[in-house]
């Protein structure tokens, strides 16, 4: 069992900059793929980011590509986004998760449903 808790969030500017962290629990959480979500209001949850056990291959959604970077500690058990250039229409609730990635799995379809997930962190950009 992985389980995984979300913080920083917090109400910035546009254009500013806002690094979320994700702690988990569970010593398989070192051999798991990790990834950030996100659900704003009256829309479904999107996938955002996600980094491989090792942080040896990333891949991100196009909306935050060159703006977000997804990076993990596996000392720490902790798994980081850092957003920058934020943007209103990032607004939403963020939400870490985490599952096993390799073989023949595709980012495209882990991004899918992976096995664990964080209760979110509000995360809001306006003036």
């Known amino acids: 069992q992985v389980q995984l808790v979300e913080s920083g969030g917090r109400l910035v500017q546009p254009g500013g900059s806002l690094r979320l962290s994700c702690a988990a629990s569970?010593?398989?959480?070192?051999?798991?793929?990790a990834g950030w979500f996100r659900q704003a209001p009256g829309k479904e949850r999107e996938f955002v980011a996600a980094?491989?056990?090792?942080?040896?291959?990333?891949y991100y959604a196009d909306s935050v590509k060159g703006r977000f970077t997804i990076s993990r500690d596996n000392a720490k058990n902790t798994v980081y986004v850092q957003m920058n250039s934020l943007k209103p229409e990032d607004t939403a609730v963020y939400y870490c998760?985490?599952?096993?990635?390799?073989?023949?799995?595709?980012?495209?379809?882990?991004?899918?449903?992976?096995?664990?997930w964080g209760q979110g962190t509000q995360v809001t950009v306006s003036s």
């Open positions: 998760a985490a599952g096993y990635y390799g073989g023949t799995t595709t980012w495209t379809t882990w991004a899918k449903g992976p096995d664990y």
């Open positions: 569970g010593r398989i959480f070192s051999s798991y793929a």
């Open positions: 980094i491989n056990w090792n942080g040896g291959s990333t």
